[in-house]
Nanobody, 126 residues
Framework: QVQLVESGGGLVQGGASLRLSCAAS????????MGWFRQAPGKEREIVAA????????YYAGSVKSRFTISRDNAKNTMYLQMNSLKPEDTAVYYC???????????????????WGQGTQVTVSS
């Protein structure tokens, strides 16, 4: 079984930065792509960013591109999301996710991901 645990969320002011972490266990982390998703109250879950197993391919939602950076440290079985210049509209529960298979996937596709963490709350005030 795969276990994913997010951390690093919190309450910050607009313009501040946060770094989210996702620690994975239960399988060979370095063989799998990973993604960050978020869900605001009353809205659908949406892709934020994703990264291939090697880190060679990345995807960013247009709303976060140039502000957020996804990365991974395979030696630590951990994925990160560096969030800069945070805005109130970034407020959401952030989830990390992993696909059930290795190989080439559509990094932005919700349907590709079967394993999910519990989420970490990010709240950005004005």
């Amino acid at each position: 079984q795969v276990q994913l645990v997010e951390s690093g969320g919190g309450l910050v002011q607009g313009g501040a930065s946060l770094r989210l972490s996702c620690a994975a266990s239960g399988r060979t982390f370095s063989s799998y792509a990973m993604g960050w998703f978020r869900q605001a109250p009353g809205k659908e879950r949406e892709i934020v960013a994703a990264i291939s197993s090697s880190g060679g391919r990345t995807y960013y939602a247009g709303s976060v591109k140039s502000r957020f950076t996804i990365s991974r440290d395979n030696a630590k079985n951990t994925m990160y999301l560096q969030m800069n210049s945070l805005k109130p509209e970034d407020t959401a529960v952030y989830y990390c996710a992993a696909p059930p298979r290795t190989g080439w996937i559509n990094l932005a596709g919700l349907y590709e991901y079967d394993y999910w963490g519990q989420g970490t709350q990010v709240t950005v005030s004005s």
